[in-house]
């Protein structure tokens, strides 16, 4: 298999682990008076899109940042729990560089670029280094260095955190990091900005389309270069863990002009989250998967066994995790703790009142922390509830909020009884293709964190999220923006009344217009809960090939009946919530389209993919390296049509294996 | 569609923009189910108007998990509700009874001026922060991140600053518009590490500053803002900042 | 003594600095909202302080001497120059105190131009600590009617009213009037309450909190709050039912 020759991944020559500090010493550089006329469009304030604005403003580009939210500090990064993984070996447990690159890869399911990966490894130190010096308050020890804890796929502890919170500090250091330079004039900040289209002038990206969304009036944006950093595309489901507003329009409107969409299909779904109530829910909540560290995930050996979780004896409980995989037990990866869950639920083990969930316990654990306290505190032959007591002061201060806030959404006491847990959608692998400079196949437009096709491949492990978007910002866009913008130099800033703007905006008002005009019966909502159905029930956890069939032609119908019937109340001049909505969703039925066909293409299974057709006897992702180790980047060609073009992904360090965790 | 089976009387405060007068508005919430969280309820609401061929309520929110800040109530006459610890998106409606009139404004400042119906702009917030809310260190200059020993306790203290999520509970609640909590809150975290000793004279005194011009009002100690914190960002921080305000002041050996 | 000294020392330079300008705008300290309620919590510390001595010299009537020891002690007062001088800076206290507080609360109502329809204060705060502006212009209307009563005469004119010999006298003369003995009591219960947040809140906006102290220092403003206030209203209720003659 070779790669299409519309795909150039510029991966730099050389040994893998010299790849990235030869090309950074080697990359153009652009000199400082230069900087300062050379402008770029940051789209998205999360992790990745506040530490490239930062960092680019530190070194003297003239920079815009847009976020559809009230402020930079709510983008969706904010609600990461569980932390960030950094090959520090600071537990001395044999961690590298190369060890959290070949976790990665493998937690991929060998589907991500090894140069990526290995370049996401080197950086991961440096990240945990410059959020220390940002005033970033880690969990510590008390000798005062910092803690870590363990996350599913690996076995070692390389994962940083700050309690429950780890996305949000993280977050907040790029924040303040980025309203320093706002402070200073360096980056102009555009909040309650949505972007609404990318603007390319002779084959190259040179600015944006954004909606002002208080007052509705378009605008114009120059920039030489334009970086996307606008998240995943969970919300394509309509129920994830994603926030309200999250959504794919910046990379759809991307991909529509010319930038190729990566692995769509690759999504992840979160093993741990609080199960569905009732049909008013709106969105998931996660439970960290930190929680995986000591909670013990069972069903009843007993199909359709009603009794309460305390009252069933401890043998007639199956703790499939650890009965599957004795050597990573509740630490397995994400994709394969969920397919366990959905698979015991399918086979009629689950619990509750939907019966679609498995419970989440840590009374084993609280009883061993008490113990263990117990013994701190000198206390001889404690008793039983002096133990447990004991016990849950520790899991109150390891986990307190995670367990509060399920209570809050419950009304049950985690503290008592074990949770109630299902999957839920959560990341998206999948997303815009990029180079090893992170420039989608539109030059001048870059994508980052999560809203690249990225470097987890099939699966993302836990707490490398955060790694990611944080790497993508601080330390590879700011060496890797110069190989381009040194040759824009001599580029002036181009007028906004030139055609390529007034075209764009002519056709982002048109739209406006169109959706205002239809005036149908349904809401908006309506039309994404039906998608969020088609997509979960035959996109989702597990596929086949009649459903993905039947999916796109269901979503094909659904999109005619959208822009028939859907109704948009309000002016294009105000606030209006239902009409950013409506763009949203219009946008999240075509990608949900190209989703379902990337899926039925991939004949394989792989990660978040699982075809049911190709498994193995024991119900094990089955890969089919030889006919799909590449990327699927899909061309946009017009309604409803794609062309794909294929990535091949080499090995050339690590040997293709059938993933093994038990 | 039936989802449960409360009903209620809503009164929100209506406004169009930022320059017109609003009024409270009635509504009726029907088959409410008590699992749905307030949000939810109004998703309900709001979907029953648009099938009407009415306005639906403008509101903010976004992660509705209670950590990004954004949603803004002020439901009978408390920020985020009755309970205390929780954000709107995370109150429920098994917290309300049947038959309730729920009277549902917008945050109330000043430096929080009305966008729309319950939306309120508060980016006073940010520029608070852009004003001296970090450490300055540039990308690219930082040294092991384990040659900086923080003591446990005052990391732990730091990161209980450091979980403000900006929602401005605390602005709403204090019957002087003060936004002392959450400057407090930024100006603590970092003087209580090492990373932020170098600068905590000039940030207290330019986060003040800023905090000033932007119209929030004074301070009583009341302590209003850290009952309602959601976060539940304590008192202590105020009395660190006045204390590293006062010690700026006096011992700050430059002419500004 | 001292202690008493050195706060006033520091109101006093406080109270120059503001009307010197030396802390003029541009240094910010007085200008800003923390300068502000700091110079509220040293002026109540030093109020405080004042009511200390104030109760102090007083209880000396429950010697229940005839006065004896009181005028002593009144005598003293009244005409030692360092409490005399001092007397011209609890006034500039005083003032600085009711010019502070208005000047916030005009600051505050215009931090929030368009109020809430309903409001529910006592969930989060206690009313004492919302009603500070209220309580304040109590106890200075009470004020005013004390100075009337007892400062005026005694220090101002060169004659007690009706040819009385001593301050007792006077005491015992004007705390005859049940009303005013009433008046004096409900007073006393909104010092109490001023004080009752008043107390802990200057140490809180001088910033003087630590994690071991701050309850100490709670509970003693709470004391403080109850005895001193309870003390003085004692005063008139002793002499109006002649416990003490």
């Excluded at chain 1, 609080?274 to 560290?293: A, C, F, W, Y």
């Excluded at chain 1, 499939?320 to 994400?334: I, Q, S």
């Excluded at chain 2, 449960?4 to 029907?30: C, H, I, P, S």
């Amino acid at each position: 298999m070779a790669s299409s020759s519309k795909l150039n991944a510029r991966i730099p020559e050389g040994k893998l682990e010299e790849k990235w500090t030869k090309y950074r010493s080697t990359v153009h550089l652009v000199n400082p008076a230069n900087k300062r006329s050379l402008e770029v469009i940051v789209v998205g304030s999360g992790l990745a899109g506040a530490s490239a604005a930062a960092t680019l403003a530190e070194m003297g580009y003239k920079v815009k940042v847009f976020c559809f939210q009230d402020s930079p500090r709510r983008a969706h990064s904010i609600a990461a729990q569980g932390g960030v993984n950094a090959a520090k070996n600071y537990q001395n447990d044999g961690d590298s560089v190369y060890r959290l690159f070949y976790d990665t890869i493998k937690g991929g399911d060998y589907r991500a670029r090894e140069a990526n990966v290995h370049r996401l490894s080197e950086v991961s130190g440096n990240i945990i280094d410059q959020c220390v010096a940002q005033g970033v308050p880690f969990a510590r020890e008390y000798g005062g260095t910092l803690s870590n804890r363990s996350f599913g796929g690996t076995q070692v502890q390389r994962t940083f955190y700050a309690a429950g919170q780890t996305g949000q500090q993280l977050l907040l250091g790029a924040y303040s990091a980025l309203q320093r330079q706002v402070g200073m004039g360096a980056v102009q900040l555009l909040a309650r900005h949505e972007m609404m289209d990318v603007v390319n002038i002779d084959g190259k990206c040179r600015g944006i389309i954004a909606r002002d969304l208080v007052t509705g009036k378009l605008e114009r944006h120059f920039g030489h270069a334009v970086l996307l950093c606008t998240g995943g595309y969970g919300n394509v489901f309509f129920l994830s863990t994603n926030a309200m507003g999250s959504n794919v329009t910046a990379a759809w409107k991307a991909h529509k002009k010319g930038a190729f969409f990566g692995n769509p299909c690759y999504t992840q779904i979160h093993p741990t989250c609080i199960p569905v109530s009732g049909d008013h829910q709106s969105k998931l909540t996660l439970m960290s998967e930190s929680l995986r560290n000591d909670g013990r995930i069972w069903v009843p050996k007993k199909k359709d066994d009603n009794r309460k979780p305390n009252d069933i004896p401890e043998d007639e409980r199956d703790y499939y995790l650890e009965r599957r995989y004795p050597a990573f037990g509740n630490l397995v990866p994400r994709d394969v703790a969920s397919r366990a869950a959905k698979e015991r639920c399918d086979a009629g083990y689950g619990v509750g009142a939907s019966k679609m969930a498995v419970y989440l316990d840590f009374a084993a654990n609280t009883e061993r922390y008490g113990k263990i306290q117990a013994n701190k505190l000198g206390l001889h032959n404690p008793s039983k509830e002096e133990i447990i007591r004991l016990g849950k002061e520790v899991v109150k201060e390891k986990y307190g909020n995670l367990f509060d806030m399920y209570k809050q959404i419950t009304d049950e006491d985690p503290y008592e009884m074990p949770m109630r847990i299902y999957p839920a959608v959560h990341y998206t692998m999948g997303g815009l293709w990029v180079d090893y400079n992170l420039m989608t196949t539109v030059p001048g437009l870059y994508a980052l964190g999560e809203a690249n096709f990225s470097d987890h491949g099939a699966n993302r492990l836990g707490a490398s999220a955060l790694m990611q978007g944080l790497a993508d910002g601080y330390f590879v866009i700011p060496y890797t923006i110069g190989d381009y913008l040194s040759e824009e130099i001599r580029t002036k800033a181009i007028p906004t009344d030139n055609e390529a703007f007034v075209k764009a905006e002519a056709e982002v008002q048109e739209r406006i217009t169109k959706l205002l005009s239809i005036k149908g019966t349904k809401s908006v909502d309506h039309f994404h809960k039906r998608l969020g159905k088609i997509m979960w029930d035959k996109c989702g956890m597990a596929r086949n090939a009649q459903g993905l069939q039947t999916a796109i032609t269901e979503i094909q119908q659904l999109k005619k009946e959208f822009w028939e019937n859907v109704r948009v109340p309000g002016d294009a001049n105000e606030l209006n919530t239902e009409l950013e909505k409506a763009h949203r969703v219009a946008d999240f039925i075509e990608l949900g389209e190209l989703m379902c066909k990337d899926a039925l293409h991939r004949n394989e299974s792989c990660g978040g993919h699982f075809r049911e057709e190709y498994q193995t006897p024991d119900g094990e992702a089955l890969r089919d390296d030889d006919n799909f180790a590449y990327v699927a980047a899909w061309e946009y060609k017009g309604e409803s049509q794609f062309e794909l073009h294929k990535e091949e992904l080499k090995y050339e360090n690590i040997k293709l294996a059938q993933r093994n965790y038990a | 569609m039936s989802h449960g089976n409360m009903n209620l009387t809503l009164k929100v405060w209506k406004q169009k923009n930022k320059d017109t007068k609003g009024r409270f508005e009635t509504y009726q919430a029907k088959g409410i189910s008590p699992d749905m969280s307030f949000l939810e309820m109004f998703d309900v609401v709001n979907e029953q108007l648009i099938n009407e061929g009415k306005e639906p309520i403008a509101f903010d929110h976004d992660c509705r998990e209670g950590i990004c800040g954004m949603c803004s109530m002020y439901i009978n006459g408390r920020p985020h509700g009755p309970k205390q610890g929780i954000t709107t998106c995370q109150l429920h409606m098994r917290s309300f009874k049947d038959g309730d009139t729920i009277v549902v404004e917008p945050w109330r400042s000043a430096a929080f001026p009305v966008i729309k119906d319950l939306a309120v702009d508060r980016s006073s917030f940010d520029r608070i922060i852009a004003a001296g809310g970090f450490v300055s260190v540039n990308t690219g200059n930082a040294k092991d991140a384990n040659n900086i020993l923080i003591n446990k306790d005052d990391a732990d203290e730091a990161f209980n600053a450091a979980a403000c999520i900006g929602c401005g509970a605390c602005v709403a609640a204090c019957k002087n518009s003060s936004a002392m909590l959450f400057v407090s809150a930024k100006v603590s975290q970092l003087a209580l590490l090492p990373q932020g000793q170098i600068e905590k004279q000039d940030r207290v005194l330019n986060m003040v500053k800023q905090m000033d011009e932007e119209g929030f009002g004074n301070c009583t100690n009341t302590g209003a803002c850290e009952a309602e914190c959601p976060k539940a960002i304590s008192l202590e921080n105020i009395a660190r900042m006045n204390r590293e305000y006062s010690l700026a002041t006096f011992a700050q050996n430059k002419i500004k | 003594m001292v202690l008493y000294f050195l706060v006033n020392t520091f109101a006093l330079e406080f109270f120059i600095n503001q009307f010197t300008g030396i802390m003029s705008k541009k240094t910010g300290l007085l200008s800003s909202s923390i300068g502000k309620k700091l110079l509220m919590g040293v002026t109540g510390l030093f109020l405080i302080s004042f009511l200390l001595v104030h109760c102090f010299i007083n209880s000396l009537i429950f010697f229940n001497d005839g006065g004896e020891t009181f005028n002593k002690g009144a005598e003293f007062m009244g005409t030692n120059w360092l409490i005399r001088t001092m007397e011209i800076v609890l006034f500039g206290g005083i003032l600085a105190h009711i010019f502070l507080a208005l000047k916030l609360t005009l600051d505050n109502r215009k931090a929030r131009p368009v109020g809430y329809e309903v409001t529910n204060g006592n969930a989060n705060s206690n009313w004492y600590s919302r009603w500070m502006g209220l309580l304040g212009t109590l106890i200075l209307m009470f004020l005013i009617i004390h100075l009337k009563h007892f400062w005026y005469v005694s220090r101002l004119t060169d004659h007690l009213d009706g040819g009385l010999e001593t301050l007792f006298d006077e005491m015992k003369e004007v705390f005859e009037n049940p009303i005013i003995v009433a008046l004096y009591c409900a007073s006393m219960i909104s010092l109490a309450y001023h004080l009752l947040h008043g107390f802990q809140s200057a140490f809180q906006s001088l910033g003087l909190n630590h994690k071991k102290y701050t309850p100490l220092i709670k509970s003693a403003g709470v004391a403080f709050s109850i005895l001193i206030p309870a003390i003085f209203a004692a005063m008139p209720i002793t002499m109006h039912f002649g416990i003490i003659e």
